[in-house]
């Protein structure tokens, strides 16, 4: 048969975000995929000149919903190191629970996609049902749902009471049990393996020569995970990163279930260990140098490059994220596959176009 | 005439385009649909094709990329029709105004009828501002349904003249 040029997005049911493939089809199979990117970019890096680096806080926080207290930590972190300021141990801490409940809802959200992606729609509203209670808890100790706004420069803005520790901790118990409860649906379900198990299988030497990121290169058996540089308070909790070797979308969907437990781990470890003390300290002096800043999000590695010469303006920061990463290992997964797996593949790598296009 | 009417303001279908958002805006549209939220009770469905909807929800800024795509969306959608502009971007443009690629808020491209604030709004604001555009909804569904039956009368009259 002769090839079909087929336009997919930039509006299309199962993205939620607008990202515009043009995919060259024979006999509903793909033989290639070329992306066009540009429908979110808004030029976030060019306001540094405009704004000053404590307002750039807020334009960080804006780069991408889902994970927009990491963007956040990722940024203070820099301009800290370049300040020279000792973050308090609390904050730390702080800063910690806050990353891995982003983790947590982030995950469950991506499950819920993904289920949705394959027309599994009971099961995306089992995971999103199960979601509403960690938003719950990102509302009561930050006081926003989506948009945490906790993180400064120097340390964190709020305190997590005791009373409201036992309240999360026990509510994580809740998260934990009912997220077990959808393990047979997710992972051994016979029609969710039928859409998952063995497509778009990326192997090991791929993904670490297209530079894959976060779950998509964990699920290709390579054991690399930026909370292991330490950072925050994750140097002295005790965790090791999830593989799989497989490399397949089933393979990611199980790296990503098995994180929320990890995630649940590492904030009741936290809360063990939280010390008493200081919230943040104040800061003094300008941004003066040059940081390369990384954290791990749940998408993957995202590395901020952040230059300053002393003024209260940043000469540039350069914001490199897990998904533009993960683009060349989606392109690589692309061809061969069945028109109606597309869907399917694009979210296994947990795309997040407005990170992407900044 | 009545049915159209009153069947159309109580299971209006719903068609969300992101235009430019963080995603703050877009997973708070998306949670209004899951069990806690719950909009399809009242007969609300999300759709992914605009020649079925009736409400549009645009969240985010426009930048210059995709403002044909949302106008291109706008256009295929049948009258009656509402837009609801969702978040501080989506109605001023938001911490982005200032940024190079941002041309504004959505009614810097097509018109508006709700406007919901908030960064990122809570969900109950969005299913609060849906709300308000089904009254506007209504009242153009009316508009609508008065030029349906003015041109019906019109041919009725033309095939009896003949």
Known sequence: MAKTVLPFGPQHPVLPEPLHLTLTIEDEIVKEAIPKLGYVHRGLEKLAEIRDHNQMIYIVERVCGICSCLHALCYCQGIESLMGLEVPSRAKYLRTIWSEMHRIHSHLLWLGLFADAFGFESLFMQFWRIRERVMDLQEETAGNRVILSVNQVGGVRRDISAESAQWILDTLKTVEKETLQLKSTILDDYTVKLRTVGKGVLTKEKAYELGAAGPTLRASGIAQDMRQTGYAAYSELDFAPVVETDGDCYARTTVRFNEIFQAIDLIRQAFSKLPEGELAVKPKGLPTGEVVSRVEQPRGECLYYIRGAGKKFLERVRIRTPTFANIPPLLDMLPGCDLADVPVLILTIDPCISCTER | ?162
């Open chain 2, 1 to 162: 005439m009545s049915l159209i009417s009153t069947s159309r303001v109580k299971s209006p279908w719903l068609i969300h385009f992101d235009c430019g958002s963080c995603n703050g805006c877009d997973i708070e549209v998306l949670a209004c649909l899951t069990p806690v939220y719950d909009i399809e009770r009242f007969g609300i469905i999300n759709v992914g094709n605009p020649k079925h909807a009736d409400i549009l929800v645009v969240t985010g800024t426009v930048n210059h990329r995709n403002k044909k795509a949302l106008k291109n969306i706008y256009d295929q959608m049948p009258e009656p029709k509402v837009v609801v502009a969702i978040g501080a971007c989506g109605t001023s443009g938001g911490v982005f105004r200032e940024a190079y690629n941002v041309v504004g808020g959505v009614d810097q491209v097509i018109p508006v009828d709700a406007y919901v604030s908030g960064c990122a709004p809570k969900p109950e604001a969005i299913i609060d501002g849906v709300v308000i555009a089904l009254g506007k909804l209504a009242e153009k569904g009316k508009k609508v349904d008065q030029g349906i039956f003015e041109r019906l009368e019109k041919t009725q009259e033309a095939i009896k003249a003949r």
